[in-house]
RNA sequence: GGGCGAUUAGCUCAGUUGGCUAGAGCACCUGGUUUACACCCAGGGGGUCACAGGUUCGAAUCCUGUAUCGCCCACCA
């Protein structure tokens, strides 16, 4: 072995080696058990922070520590390139909009322009050394994974899950389409509470008091508590409205009494509860919006054809001439926006497309009970979504770009048309259906204009994995996927919709697990973002700074599904770990030069020290393995630590040495470092291994420079994870007899440290009282080798182990 | 308003089912050029475990309440 590990020259070879030598490639013709991961596409927009090596990094570990197990892992990588932010990159790039190009144009577009981006990501996760098969990468806007979106609706709307309704949606009128309830943000907004006298037939007054004054046209009824006694005399009359339409009073207990007046106007549609109370009293609804937000219907050509926001100030100017507006009190309140601009929702009855979710929320629910949650209160937020859930899942989306609905539609008849499955993708804004129904020509259909939301498409990333409905379709191996890893932010979308698809086509859960990681903050309580420009420091810089496999270390420090502070000085950490992994080793391998493995000692022949190493490393492995199966990285990594650091490197190295130096200073001192040597050489190759799947680089290094010449394996990463498992009637008891000899040790450096001796100095005699003489003194010549006492007696007497020294 | 989580050393965080004297790294102090490593070794100082009650032989850990913070959701007339 070399006396020097530079990881930045290092790191780059290995990784060179494991792909050229395909050490990751998932087999498909292997029968060995399945290890399949669900990875999270990332947006390809450009930027790649330390937030996601972070989470990435714990499921990469998994991947290793799976495939130590003996598992045919299926670890494949994707790219989201068919979101919003990535059209506006390529937008942005090729200077067009995505309308003035035809749809599958403009996907071409997207594949060419992210590629570059795809291509860094790649980069950068090889100088991660993430064991990624790349063979496996799959893009969110290729053909193939059209396909199986377009396959996903088709077979939906066969089996009546899916259907179009011309039920009122959430809609952006910026944006010109309807969203999830998923996609709405709340927003603190400066508006007026417009205090508005109506009348009623008989002339009574009273007021309304309203923030969206510009609905008065669309006013159906007004609404009373039905045990507010204050109005009880106006329920069942009409009332006037200021702009003098003749609306019933009703009641319904859905209105707060406390709030405004305690009357309140019910609109189509101003809110949620609009849309309630309409279905509820069967009111018949007036639309005054049209899709850009500009009024329509409103019987008054002072307002007809405004936008909303004008129509606003043009309606109170209305009310004040009219003397109908009593007080405008300026307020901030909670809007519900369209988390992709920030424009406020409307409600508007449109043609939509569906998916029914509502009917059956608890079949969702039970599927969460069946899959393992990591960690388990993540589920919480799960169930509190669905429970909550209002809206039926729109999943049209009035947008040019995306994937198309695979639908034509017949003037006639009004039948929908539709592409056979092996057709497809289809773009039926481009394409003619093969086959028109009976007494259609092509002038009697029309595509439907529709694109699928976004996470239509996402929801299907185990079908894209699998390639569902191919050829090769791999779905009998790899479903249900064994581990879907994510963050907690998207438990509402990406993990529910998931859930959502597997539920409907195949009737069961998507995954065994789900594995919600935290996010990276830049500092307490912020987040890092583009926009802050708070991430300091870029993955590639750390990386170079540090090695890939301390900034690896870094990612193993986080509690499952607890943001973290980022702490350069754990990377550092990790760097000093590689550092010692390799001179613990170097050291531990050069004092094996004329060992051979063949020569191994039985472990009950051994020296106490090395068997009592050899037992503390058997609950290491034991440990960390159970540890890692349950996504505990930091347990692990903090059992590997204790172990490696404090009693293998700084007493059971210590102890050895003199063992291994200089056997012929004790009686049969060549069985003595043969002993030594034995326990040696399995603790450095399990420690190696033990920490393969954390920092693959040094370890790698270590297995290729020495142990590569006794194994069959051509990579540490393709060996399987330690288990051992020693007879436990060899020396029961050294662990506590052990005890007493590390309090001897502690005692004697600490002797010398007071006094300013080097640790290295030698020693007359020791005096040592101990409880038990006969089983410290078994330890006799590793005492006296790593004290460097010349005499020790040990006299019995309970309690500690007290010393004496005589220089 | 509902749900979930957090509050432990100056800083960043561990602390498995309640159990020896509450741990680690960094920072701080003292000592050591030890033939693996100064990216090291040895020793040391530093915590009323947010607060108040309760359960228990025993509580950082379980229960109740309070405060502060974070996330998710709801409220929006």
């Given at each position: 072995m070399s006396q020097k590990y530079i990881p930045q020259e290092a790191e780059a070879l290995l990784q060179k080696f494991w792909e050229e030598e395909k050490i990751y490639a998932y087999d498909p013709k292997s029968d060995k058990e399945i290890f399949s991961i669900d990875t999270p596409p990332p947006t390809v927009s450009g930027s790649i922070h330390i937030g996601h090596i972070f989470s990435y990094t714990q499921t990469e570990v998994t991947a290793r520590f799976q495939r130590m197990l003996g598992k045919n892992v299926f670890y494949p990588f994707g790219f989201d390139d068919n979101g919003l932010p990535t059209e506006r990159l390529v937008e942005k790039r090729i200077g067009?909009?995505?309308?003035?190009?035809?749809r599958k144009d403009f996907a071409d577009q997207c594949l060419t322009v992210t590629a570059e981006y795809r291509e860094a990501y790649k980069i950068l996760w090889q100088s991660m050394g993430m064991s990624v098969d790349w063979s496996l990468a799959y893009s969110t806007v290729s053909e193939e994974t059209q396909r199986i979106s377009q396959l996903s609706f088709l077979r939906l709307l066969k089996d009546k899950e899916v259907e179009q309704k011309n039920a009122a949606a959430l809609f952006c009128p910026e944006c010109q389409t309807s969203v999830a309830q998923a996609e709405v943000d709340d927003a603190e907004k400066d508006s007026f509470f417009h205090d508005i006298r109506f009348t009623t037939e008989t002339n009574e007054d009273f007021i309304i008091a309203t923030t969206r004054p510009e609905m008065l046209p669309a006013c159906l009824c007004v609404f009373v508590h039905p045990n507010d006694e204050r109005f009880a005399h106006l329920v069942g009359k009409n009332a006037v409205t200021p702009l003098g339409t003749s609306v019933p009073i009703l009641t319904d207990d859905l209105v707060d009494p406390e709030k405004g007046s305690g009357l309140v106007m019910c609109c189509s549609y101003g809110d949620e509860t609009d849309l309630l109370w309409v279905k509820k009293h069967d009111l018949t609804e007036k639309i005054i919006l049209t899709k850009t937000g500009h009024m329509k219907n409103t019987g008054r050509d002072d307002l007809d054809g405004l936008y909303l926001k004008k129509a606003r100030k043009v309606i109170v100017e209305i009310l004040k001439d009219h003397g109908s507006l009593v007080e405008s009190k300026p307020i901030k309140h909670a809007v519900k926006v369209?988390?992709?601009?920030g424009t406020p929702m409307e409600i508007l009855p449109i043609p939509q497309w569906f998916i029914g979710i509502l009917e059956r929320k608890q079949e969702f629910l039970d599927i969460a009970d069946e899959v393992n949650w990591y960690p388990e209160y993540m589920k919480s937020r799960y169930v509190q979504w669905v429970e909550n859930l209002k809206w039926d899942w729109a999943i049209s989306r009035q947008r040019f770009f995306g994937v198309s609905i695979p639908v034509w539609h017949s003037k006639i008849t009004g039948e929908y048309i539709l592409p056979e499955e092996s057709d497809l993708p289809v773009d039926p804004l481009k394409q003619a259906p093969k086959n028109l129904p009976e007494g259609h020509t092509l002038e009697d259909i029309y595509p439907d204009p529709d694109v699928l939301d976004t996470w239509a498409t996402s929801s299907l990333t185990p079908e894209i994995n699998a390639k569902w409905g191919a050829e090769d379709d791999r779905s009998d191996k790899i479903l249900p996927m064994s581990m879907r890893p994510q963050a907690h932010d998207i438990i509402r979308t990406w993990a529910f919709y998931t859930i959502v698809k597997s539920k409907l086509h195949h009737g069961r859960k998507p995954w065994n697990d789900i594995v919600i990681s935290g996010h990276v903050l830049a500092g307490k309580k912020e987040k890092i973002s583009k926009s802050k420009g708070n991430a300091k420091t870029t993955p590639e810089e750390l990386i170079n700074k540090y090695s890939a496999d301390a900034v690896r270390y870094w990612a193993m420090g986080g509690t499952l599904g607890k943001d973290i502070v980022f702490d350069e000085q754990e990377i550092a950490k990790g760097k000093k770990l590689v550092n010692k992994v390799w001179n613990a080793s170097n050291f531990a391998l050069q004092n094996l030069?004329?060992?051979?493995?063949?020569?191994l000692m039985e472990l009950s022949q051994r020296e106490p020290s090395d068997i009592w190493v050899m037992k503390r490393l058997e609950k290491t492995a034991t440990k960390m393995k159970q540890h890692l199966s349950d996504f505990q990285f930091h347990h692990a990594r903090q059992v590997f630590e204790d172990f490696f650091w404090t009693d293998f490197c700084d007493n059971y190295l210590e102890i050895v040495k003199t063992r291994m130096y200089q056997p012929e200073a004790f009686e049969n001192g060549a069985q003595k470092k043969l002993s030594a040597q034995s326990s040696v050489y399995e603790c450095i190759f399990t420690i190696i291994k033990l920490l393969a799947p954390f920092m693959p680089h040094v370890t790698e290094q270590v297995y290729q420079s020495y142990f590569k010449q006794f194994e069959?394996?051509?990579?540490?990463?393709?060996c399987l994870y330690p288990v051992l498992s020693f007879d436990k009637n060899i020396l029961p008891e050294v662990e506590s007899d052990m005890e007493m000899f590390l309090e001897l040790i502690n005692l004697v450096r600490k002797y010398k440290t007071e006094n300013q001796l080097k640790l290295s100095e030698e020693l007359k005699s020791l005096q040592v009282t101990a409880p038990s003489v006969e089983k410290l003194s078994a330890f006799m010549d590793d005492i006296k080798g790593v004290t460097k006492a010349k005499a020790c007696d040990i006299l019995q007497k309970d309690g500690d182990v007290e010393l004496k020294v005589e220089r």
């Amino acid at each position: 072995m070399s006396q020097k590990y530079i990881p930045q020259e290092a790191e780059a070879l290995l990784q060179k080696f494991w792909e050229e030598e395909k050490i990751y490639a998932y087999d498909p013709k292997s029968d060995k058990e399945i290890f399949s991961i669900d990875t999270p596409p990332p947006t390809v927009s450009g930027s790649i922070h330390i937030g996601h090596i972070f989470s990435y990094t714990q499921t990469e570990v998994t991947a290793r520590f799976q495939r130590m197990l003996g598992k045919n892992v299926f670890y494949p990588f994707g790219f989201d390139d068919n979101g919003l932010p990535t059209e506006r990159l390529v937008e942005k790039r090729i200077g067009k909009k995505a309308s003035e190009l035809e749809r599958k144009d403009f996907a071409d577009q997207c594949l060419t322009v992210t590629a570059e981006y795809r291509e860094a990501y790649k980069i950068l996760w090889q100088s991660m050394g993430m064991s990624v098969d790349w063979s496996l990468a799959y893009s969110t806007v290729s053909e193939e994974t059209q396909r199986i979106s377009q396959l996903s609706f088709l077979r939906l709307l066969k089996d009546k899950e899916v259907e179009q309704k011309n039920a009122a949606a959430l809609f952006c009128p910026e944006c010109q389409t309807s969203v999830a309830q998923a996609e709405v943000d709340d927003a603190e907004k400066d508006s007026f509470f417009h205090d508005i006298r109506f009348t009623t037939e008989t002339n009574e007054d009273f007021i309304i008091a309203t923030t969206r004054p510009e609905m008065l046209p669309a006013c159906l009824c007004v609404f009373v508590h039905p045990n507010d006694e204050r109005f009880a005399h106006l329920v069942g009359k009409n009332a006037v409205t200021p702009l003098g339409t003749s609306v019933p009073i009703l009641t319904d207990d859905l209105v707060d009494p406390e709030k405004g007046s305690g009357l309140v106007m019910c609109c189509s549609y101003g809110d949620e509860t609009d849309l309630l109370w309409v279905k509820k009293h069967d009111l018949t609804e007036k639309i005054i919006l049209t899709k850009t937000g500009h009024m329509k219907n409103t019987g008054r050509d002072d307002l007809d054809g405004l936008y909303l926001k004008k129509a606003r100030k043009v309606i109170v100017e209305i009310l004040k001439d009219h003397g109908s507006l009593v007080e405008s009190k300026p307020i901030k309140h909670a809007v519900k926006v369209h988390e992709r601009c920030g424009t406020p929702m409307e409600i508007l009855p449109i043609p939509q497309w569906f998916i029914g979710i509502l009917e059956r929320k608890q079949e969702f629910l039970d599927i969460a009970d069946e899959v393992n949650w990591y960690p388990e209160y993540m589920k919480s937020r799960y169930v509190q979504w669905v429970e909550n859930l209002k809206w039926d899942w729109a999943i049209s989306r009035q947008r040019f770009f995306g994937v198309s609905i695979p639908v034509w539609h017949s003037k006639i008849t009004g039948e929908y048309i539709l592409p056979e499955e092996s057709d497809l993708p289809v773009d039926p804004l481009k394409q003619a259906p093969k086959n028109l129904p009976e007494g259609h020509t092509l002038e009697d259909i029309y595509p439907d204009p529709d694109v699928l939301d976004t996470w239509a498409t996402s929801s299907l990333t185990p079908e894209i994995n699998a390639k569902w409905g191919a050829e090769d379709d791999r779905s009998d191996k790899i479903l249900p996927m064994s581990m879907r890893p994510q963050a907690h932010d998207i438990i509402r979308t990406w993990a529910f919709y998931t859930i959502v698809k597997s539920k409907l086509h195949h009737g069961r859960k998507p995954w065994n697990d789900i594995v919600i990681s935290g996010h990276v903050l830049a500092g307490k309580k912020e987040k890092i973002s583009k926009s802050k420009g708070n991430a300091k420091t870029t993955p590639e810089e750390l990386i170079n700074k540090y090695s890939a496999d301390a900034v690896r270390y870094w990612a193993m420090g986080g509690t499952l599904g607890k943001d973290i502070v980022f702490d350069e000085q754990e990377i550092a950490k990790g760097k000093k770990l590689v550092n010692k992994v390799w001179n613990a080793s170097n050291f531990a391998l050069q004092n094996l030069e004329e060992f051979h493995p063949e020569n191994l000692m039985e472990l009950s022949q051994r020296e106490p020290s090395d068997i009592w190493v050899m037992k503390r490393l058997e609950k290491t492995a034991t440990k960390m393995k159970q540890h890692l199966s349950d996504f505990q990285f930091h347990h692990a990594r903090q059992v590997f630590e204790d172990f490696f650091w404090t009693d293998f490197c700084d007493n059971y190295l210590e102890i050895v040495k003199t063992r291994m130096y200089q056997p012929e200073a004790f009686e049969n001192g060549a069985q003595k470092k043969l002993s030594a040597q034995s326990s040696v050489y399995e603790c450095i190759f399990t420690i190696i291994k033990l920490l393969a799947p954390f920092m693959p680089h040094v370890t790698e290094q270590v297995y290729q420079s020495y142990f590569k010449q006794f194994e069959s394996e051509k990579s540490i990463h393709l060996c399987l994870y330690p288990v051992l498992s020693f007879d436990k009637n060899i020396l029961p008891e050294v662990e506590s007899d052990m005890e007493m000899f590390l309090e001897l040790i502690n005692l004697v450096r600490k002797y010398k440290t007071e006094n300013q001796l080097k640790l290295s100095e030698e020693l007359k005699s020791l005096q040592v009282t101990a409880p038990s003489v006969e089983k410290l003194s078994a330890f006799m010549d590793d005492i006296k080798g790593v004290t460097k006492a010349k005499a020790c007696d040990i006299l019995q007497k309970d309690g500690d182990v007290e010393l004496k020294v005589e220089r």
